[in-house]
Structures are given as C-alpha cells and as structure tokens.
C-alpha cells in the first residue's frame, strides 16, 4: 500500500487490523483518542466490531470475555484508565487469557495532564493489578516499530497465553511519521483448544477462571504461571543497541527518550565522550543482556526517563553493583532535551553524579 | 499571498499539516506588513497546535487568538470568545486554524453569522499519503463531511501532501494529481502547493508541476529535530 | 419403573454447595432445564460471577467463564459480540449486580445486548457473610446494618426489574420468586421466554428471582420461604416489568 503519513496512534490501531485483530472495545482518553477513532472507522471495513465501553473497566472486561472465545481483541487507554484497568489484566493473567493492551501514557499522578510521560512504568512492569503476575511489556521509539512490535504483541499472547501490553507515551501517540505496512499481513494464529464458545459436539464444557479455592493448588496454578514467566524471560527479552562496542558510558532509555538519547550520545561522541545507548524494547522481560555484556568495563551508566525514576532499578539490579548508576528525568510532560540529557552525560563521564538519589 | 479574502480558514484531515500551514501563512502576510491573528480552534488534537507556537507569534507580530496560556493543554475544547473582535476587525487578516475532519470542522458551525457575509475563503488542505484521504473518494468525502459540519463550502484545495523527512518528488506528484481531480470534482481551484523548505527535492520539473508552488518552514518539531 | 422425576441434563454431576434451604440450587435447575428443553447447551456460554455462586461454572454442563466481581455483563458482552448466534447468559446476585455491578448491567441493558441475566435477589450479601445488599429491606438487619437497615443512613433498597424496565435497550424484564411451587413454575416460564427473547434477537432479557438465604437471615428454610413472601413481595412485586413480543404467555 506504499508509504503513508501517520499519527502513532492510527498506526497502532491500524497495525492491529494487519495483525488480526477483528476486535476492539475501548472508552476514549486523551491522548489516545485517535486510537479510538480510527477503530471505529476501520474495524467494521476489515469485517470486525468495535464498541465503546461505557468505562474502561466494562472495556477490559469485555476484552476478557472476547479473549475466552479465541479471537485477537485488544483495548487501549491513557494512564488514569490504565488504572482502571488493573483489575482485568489481572484476571486476564490469571485465566491465562492473551489479548493486547495499549497505553499511551500521560502525566500523573492523578489525573495529572495530558503531556507525554512515561510515569507508568512501574505499573506496567511490576504486575500492576494484584497477584504474582507479569505482563510482556513492548516499547516502541518509532511509529514504523510499532507495526512489527503490535504483531509480535499478538504473537507473544498467543504463544504464552498472556496479555501483553504496548506502551509508549502520549508523543508516540501523537506524532506523525512516514510508515509502510508490510503488503501481505502474515497472520499466524494458533489453535486454541482452551476456549469457551459453546460445546456443539466437542467434548466435555469448559471452564475460563482465575478462582482456585484450595491453596496447594492455587500454589501450583502459580508456579505453573511462574515457569511461563520464566520462558518469557529467556525468550522475549528485546533491545537495541548503538555505540556499545566500545563504549564507557551508557544511556539507557526507551520508547521516544530514546530517540533524544541518541542525539546526546552523538554530540558526547564528537566531544571525545565514548557514549553508548542501550534501548530496552522490551520493559517485562528488562533486557538484561546488553548489562551483562557491558557492566565489567563499563565507567556509568545513565537511566533517561520522563519519570522521577522508575526503569533506574532495573537497571540498577542489571548492573548488579558492578558500575555506578545515576538518573536523569524530567516529570509532569515535560519532555527532557537533547542539551539536557547530554549535559548529565558529560557529569556522568566527569565522575559526577548530581542525581545520586534520583532526584 | 496574493489572496483577496480576509479570513482563510484552513480545514482537513487531521494530520494534514493546517497548522504548519496556518503559522506560515500568517508569517508571510505579516512580512507584507499585514496585520495579523491566528486563531487555534483546534479542539481535537492535544498537541501540536497553532498554541504551542505562541513564542513564534509573539515574535513576528502575530495575534494569536487561542485558550489562556494556563489552559493551553486543558483537555477542554474551548473556544475563546475573542474569535468575534478578530473576525469583525476589517484591518485584520485572520487564519483560522480548524481541527481536522469533520470534528474539528464542527467548530466552525457556531459562527456561521458572523461570516457569511465576510470576505472568506475555506481551502481544504490535503495530504494525500495520510490515509483516507489518499483516494478521489476519500477526499471527497472528507470535503463534504467537513463542509456539512462546519456550514461552510470549500472554495480551493491546498496540496500539501508529504511524508514527513521522507518526502519524494512522487509524493509531491501524487498529491498534485489527486488535488487537480478534487479541484474538477469540486469545481473549486489548486490554490497552492506546499513543499516543506528543509527538503532536498531532486527534480528541476518541481516549478512545471505548479505555477503556485510555495515553500515553508517546520516550526513544530519533535524533541530530537 | 417409569421415570417421573431425573436431573437434568443441564447441570453435571457436581453437589452444590449451598445451603439447606437456599433457592440458589431451584433457580440453577430451572436455567439448566430450559438450556436442556430448548437443546441449546451445546451452543451455550455462561458467565458466573462473584457471590455464592461463584461456582456456578462447577454446575452448569455448558461452557463457562468466571467474571470479575459486577463485571458479568461485559463480559457476556464480550463474548456475545464475537458469537452473536451463541446463547450468553450471567448470573448474578444482588451484590454482584445492583451494588458493583449496577453500571455494567445498566449499560449491558441500554445497548441491548442480546443477553440473559439471571438475577438472584435474596437481599443480603451471602459470599461474605451477611452484610447489607442494595436490596436489603428498610429495618433488616445485617453485619453491616446492625441496627437495621436505615433510609436516612444507607438509602433504600434499589428496585431493579424496575428500574431496568426503564431502559429503551431492554426487551423482557420480569421479577419472579422461588418461595413456593406455583412461583417455581411461574419463574420458569420467565427463565425461558428470555432465552427466546435471546434466541430471537430482541435484545436485553433480565429474570429477577427472589431468593433466600436462611443461613445469612437466620431462620429455618421454611421460614426463609415465609419471609420472602411476608416481607419481600411486598417491596419487591412479582410481574412483567417489560415484555418482550416473543411468543407464548410471559
């Protein structure tokens, strides 16, 4: 279909038709409205359904109903109704239900404003509903990113039976960029066996739930989910790199920071500063990998985020004591710059650390 | 600009540029010495809107008629009141900068009295690599979408389709071709097409392409531009 | 022998776990007798909620998925618009429902949804031991009205075929009671006319079934019956509340 001019949030949505997503429920939140929007304009030419929920609970509870019939559904919200919806992903992760949650995060806490932020890290990463659970969490830098990472999204939910969430911040959301979408769409569904869409002649009914009333077996319901989560880890973990090879000091930063990042790290470059950028695409499994290659030799490492500093612990716990970490962020949508971020990395590489505690 | 009527209202598919479109006019006529107000009545996208150039507008002279500052990313859609001074100032040329498609168009419905006797033109701009838009059909429907919302009939199309940093002279061409059917379909004129300045265009049939052909400059960049 | 009397085929072989005396097991026969005459389990997806009969899905012989606590609605909805020549129906209780619930279930019913919802209303929460429901009577006491359930203090009970029977969405609305026989085989009819109500496409269809709880009141199962009659029939009145022009008499 050649190349188009797109907002982030329409390539999402429309990424998620290329993917097989004939089903979308959603309420609309600034600034991931256009996501809304356009479903409801796309879904029903690509022969699927959208409806707006009447709250972003009913939304995430009718994905749930959706995923136990075995289609591709997905939903998508802002932070403030991304917390509504903790409570579905977490029986979405305990019914073992894959299905795709999007957010277009924006200031917090609270109702906070709708600048881009990227304050719901620990949420999305740390479980974020109650219970033992993670959710594989993909961030895209780009627009065109986003197309191969929302199918990959798919992939995962369906491999794994687990929901995976796409964040990025309300810039993503926003911003327009040229993108090409691949001409055929490879759709690679999976059988599923486990789904509840009535009987009619095959086998015994079937059950979806997260209830477990006896505690050894919910125990081992638990280490079941544990040992998936596990796999995940081994095999989902994705980054990006650049300027690695020999560098001293390192930028970790992901989603559009990133994308700054790379400026800063370029101009430490031409200053003589051997500058590298490690981007995590993945945030749940965190990349540990280009920690484990760099943190013997590395001088710093620098965490970017527009955060009062969440991402900063892991990696903190991937560089495992073995070189310093300090931070730098910028909160409330403000959106730190090039300058900003390139000024820290010269305090980094001085042996300063102005934000010892992350402040 | 060459333009006879006062106000211009830039209208379209969201996404297709009316807000670069909206400060480059204003800062063009401004450099013929006109007197000059931009009004943001861009209640759909919340961000990247004519407000978040008010450094700009200050700079060159340049009224800008949007929400207070301390309101300026409200999720609110609101419409200052000051629209009406700046409409019925006859010394002013005024550039009305609408949300995209029908929504945004929607706005402009509430002031049907005000400028139905005005001198005005409504210039539908298109980008045709955004999607919807980028057919015959499409962009006639989003024409007649936007002129049902906003009660106002389009009197000229302008072509500014790009992709971004990766812009060819086909896109350019392309834009060119689906704007020239529009323009037949409507019976309404190409009034201009846009080429962003920064671009390094191969191709010396650019200026064959269209006697109007105009450049302009990004203002509203990303944090890594 | 001829057979008079044998389970149906609607519920597996599972014993319940409710109580003597609780109408949770009469009301769960009816809806599997109904799936089981209109030969529909095969084609059925039952959605069980939070409350005592969370474990519905434990006794209902079709497919089921569990909801979060309210959240029925939207999901039966959920699964519904993917598989619109499915049946769908929840079951809830009045906590589920008419407290956290009240919104999913209104909305289920504005749009229409082509849904039945199987409403037990027994006044009390069960699950979590006898606290005041948005349907307790005005004086009853609960754990959490001990002193008796006091409109100035905590409002009155919320009537809900009635209020659901406002909504332009909904096709069959009608509150029936399982305290006695002739009200068994009254509740069943309505059971039924709302999954024809489904089958035909007409949209919401909602079963009110006053139901008791002689664990959480604290009286014996017959006096429980007497008490439904006694003190909820009066606050609660039987009847059509909307009908649905499916055929056969409501």
């Known amino acids: 279909m050649g190349k188009l001019l797109m907002k982030g949030n329409e390539v999402i949505a429309e990424a998620a038709v290329h993917a097989g997503c004939k089903y979308f429920f959603g309420y609309p939140i600034t600034p991931q409205s256009e996501l809304v929007a356009y479903m409801a304009r796309r879904l029903p030419e690509a022969g699927g359904l959208f409806l707006q929920a009447e709250s972003e609970i009913a939304a995430i509870n009718m994905v749930y109903g959706a995923a136990g019939t075995g289609v591709r559904v997905m939903t998508s919200s802002s932070s403030p109704g991304f917390s509504l919806k903790q409570e579905g992903i977490s029986y979405l992760a305990g019914a073992e239900l894959p299905a795709l949650i999007v957010n277009i995060a924006r200031g917090g806490p609270g109702l906070g404003n709708i600048q881009p932020a990227q304050s719901d890290y620990f949420q999305v990463t740390k479980g974020g509903g109650h219970g033992d659970y993670n959710i594989p969490v993909l961030a895209p830098a780009t627009l065109q990113e986003i197309i191969d990472l929302i199918r990959e999204a798919f992939e995962i939910a369906d491999r794994y039976r687990t929901p995976v969430i796409l964040?990025?911040?309300?810039?993503?959301?926003?911003?327009?960029?040229?993108?090409?979408?691949?001409?055929?769409?490879?759709?690679?569904?999976?059988?599923?066996?486990?789904?509840?869409?009535?009987?009619?002649?095959?086998?015994?009914?079937?059950?979806?739930?997260?209830?477990?009333?006896?505690?050894?077996?919910?125990?081992?319901?638990?280490?079941?989910?544990?040992?998936?989560?596990?796999?995940?880890?081994?095999?989902?973990?994705?980054?990006?790199?650049?300027?690695?090879?020999?560098?001293?000091?390192?930028?970790?930063?992901?989603?559009?920071?990133?994308?700054?990042?790379?400026?800063?790290?370029?101009k430490a470059r031409k200053d003589g500063v051997k500058a590298g950028l490690i981007r995590p695409i993945t945030l749940w499994p965190f990349p540990l990998q280009p920690f484990i290659d760099t943190r013997d030799r590395a001088k710093g490492y620098l965490a970017v985020e527009m955060s009062a500093g969440q991402m900063v612990d892991d990696v903190r716990l991937s560089v495992n004591g073995r070189a310093a970490v300090s931070f730098f962020g910028r909160t409330g949508g403000v959106v730190p710059t090039q300058e900003e971020i390139y000024e820290q990395l010269i305090i980094t590489a001085g042996g300063g650390d102005v934000n010892e505690n992350g402040i | 600009m060459g333009t006879s009527a006062r106000i211009t209202i830039l209208t379209g598919h969201y996404g297709s540029g009316k807000t670069e479109l909206a400060i480059n006019l204003a800062i063009n006529a401004r450099k013929n010495g006109e007197k000059v107000a931009v009004c943001d009545l861009d209640i759909v996208n919340p961000y990247f809107r004519s407000r978040d150039a008010s450094a700009l507008f200050r700079e060159h002279s340049i009224k800008l008629v949007a929400p207070p500052e301390r309101l300026a990313t409200a999720d609110l859609p609101i419409i200052p009141a000051e629209i009406l001074a700046v409409v019925k100032d006859e010394e002013s040329r005024v550039i009305i900068d609408a949300g995209g498609d029908k929504e945004g168009a929607a706005v402009l419905g509430q002031f049907f009295h005000e400028w139905k006797d005005g001198s005005l033109e409504v210039l539908f701009v298109l980008n045709a690599s955004r999607p919807y838009v980028s057919t015959l059909d499409g962009a006639l429907y989003t024409v007649r979408q936007i002129e049902k919302a906003s009660r106002l009939t389009v009197t000229g199309i302008i072509n500014n389709t790009n992709l971004g940093a990766s812009t060819t002279i086909k896109d350019i061409q392309k834009g060119q071709d689906l704007s020239i059917m529009l323009s037949h379909k409507l019976g309404k004129p190409v009034k201009y097409t846009f080429l962003e300045s920064s671009l390094r265009i191969e191709g010396s049939n650019l200026e064959m392409m269209s006697n109007k052909m105009m450049t302009m400059d990004r203002y509203l960049k990303l944090p890594w531009e | 022998?001829?057979?008079?009397?044998?389970?149906?085929?609607?519920?597996?072989?599972?014993?319940?776990?409710?109580?003597?005396?609780?109408?949770?097991?009469?009301?769960?026969?009816?809806?599997?007798?109904?799936?089981?005459?209109?030969?529909?389990?095969?084609?059925?997806?039952?959605?069980?909620?939070?409350?005592?009969?969370?474990?519905?899905?434990?006794?209902?012989?079709?497919?089921?998925?569990?909801?979060?606590?309210?959240?029925?609605?939207?999901?039966?909805?959920?699964?519904?618009?993917?598989?619109?020549?499915?049946?769908?129906?929840?079951?809830?209780?009045?906590?589920?429902?008419?407290?956290?619930?009240?919104?999913?279930?209104?909305?289920?019913?504005?749009?229409?949804?082509?849904?039945?919802?199987?409403?037990?209303?027994?006044?009390?929460?069960?699950?979590?031991?006898?606290?005041?429901?948005?349907?307790?009577?005005?004086?009853?006491?609960?754990?959490?009205?001990?002193?008796?359930?006091?409109?100035?203090?905590?409002?009155?009970?919320?009537?809900?075929?009635?209020?659901?029977?406002?909504?332009?969405?909904?096709?069959?609305?009608?509150?029936?009671?399982?305290?006695?026989?002739?009200?068994?085989?009254?509740?069943?009819?309505?059971?039924?006319?709302?999954?024809?109500?489904?089958?035909?496409?007409?949209?919401?269809?909602?079963?009110?079934?006053?139901?008791?709880?002689?664990t959480n009141w604290g009286l014996s199962p017959t006096e429980s019956l007497e008490w439904i009659k006694e003190n909820m029939l009066p606050i609660f009145p039987l009847g059509v509340y909307k009908n649905s022009s499916v055929g056969g008499k409501a």
């Open chain 1, 167 to 266: 964040l990025g911040d309300g810039m993503l959301g926003q911003m327009m960029e040229a993108v090409e979408f691949p001409e055929k769409p490879a759709v690679k569904e999976t059988h599923k066996e486990w789904t509840t869409t009535g009987t009619r002649g095959d086998g015994a009914p079937r059950v979806i739930t997260s209830l477990d009333l006896n505690a050894e077996s919910l125990e081992q319901r638990n280490e079941h989910l544990q040992r998936k989560f596990a796999s995940i880890r081994q095999n989902e973990a994705r980054f990006e790199t650049l300027y690695c090879e020999d560098a001293d000091y390192f930028v970790v930063a992901y989603g559009t920071v990133a994308r700054i990042a790379v400026n800063a790290v370029k």
């Open chain 3, 1 to 214: 022998m001829k057979t008079v009397f044998e389970k149906t085929s609607g519920l597996k072989d599972t014993p319940t776990h409710y109580c003597p005396g609780c109408t949770h097991g009469i009301i769960h026969r009816l809806v599997a007798e109904v799936l089981e005459e209109m030969d529909i389990l095969e084609d059925t997806v039952g959605v069980a909620s939070v409350g005592c009969s969370v474990l519905s899905y434990d006794y209902f012989n079709c497919d089921m998925t569990q909801a979060a606590h309210g959240r029925a609605p939207a999901v039966a909805t959920g699964i519904k618009r993917v598989l619109p020549d499915r049946f769908v129906f929840t079951y809830q209780g009045d906590g589920d429902l008419a407290s956290i619930g009240i919104g999913e279930a209104i909305h289920a019913a504005a749009r229409g949804e082509n849904i039945t919802i199987i409403f037990v209303n027994n006044a009390i929460y069960g699950m979590t031991g006898g606290q005041m429901a948005p349907t307790t009577l005005i004086g009853q006491k609960t754990a959490t009205s001990p002193d008796g359930r006091n409109a100035a203090l905590q409002g009155m009970p919320i009537k809900v075929a009635e209020l659901m029977a406002t909504l332009d969405g909904a096709a069959h609305i009608e509150r029936v009671s399982a305290h006695d026989v002739p009200n068994i085989i009254k509740a069943k009819k309505a059971i039924r006319k709302a999954f024809e109500t489904q089958k035909a496409g007409l949209g919401f269809s909602l079963i009110e079934v006053l139901s008791s709880c002689p």
